[in-house]
């Protein structure tokens, strides 16, 4: 069955810079999208950004638009969300969701997506 897997959360300082990773398993073909989404204490579940199976469309979120980068590797299963110029607000659970690419479309809602990792947590100090 398919498994996703988070990873790369930690304890940052605002301006800062983390890389989460996403393995995934499972899936015969690399025909799925990938999203990152984030919740806070006390919020619902949020949108960050999302690539499509070649890795050539990525989609993001307005707030961390020229912050956070997107990206995979299909030889490794792996999708990487590289975020820089951190800012309190971004502290939250990241998680990583997959689904079955099925047109040319950007997943950015979370019940568009099958499966979740766990996820990470990205803690953010002032």
């Known amino acids: 069955q398919v498994q996703v897997v988070e990873s790369g959360g930690g304890l940052v300082q605002a301006g800062g810079s983390l890389r989460l990773s996403c393995a995934v398993s499972g899936y015969t073909f690399n025909n799925y999208a990938v999203g990152w989404f984030r919740q806070a204490p006390g919020e619902e579940r949020e949108f960050v950004a999302t690539i499509n199976w070649s890795g050539e469309n990525t989609y993001y979120a307005d707030d961390v638009k020229g912050r956070f980068t997107i990206s995979r590797d299909n030889a490794k299963n792996t999708v990487h969300l590289d975020m820089n110029s951190l800012k309190s607000e971004d502290a939250a659970v990241y998680y990583c969701?997959?689904?079955?690419?099925?047109?040319?479309?950007?997943?950015?809602?979370?019940?568009?997506?099958?499966?979740w990792g766990q996820g990470t947590q990205v803690t953010v100090s002032s």
């Open positions: 969701g997959t689904t079955i690419q099925t047109g040319n479309y950007f997943y950015t809602e979370d019940w568009e997506y099958e499966h």
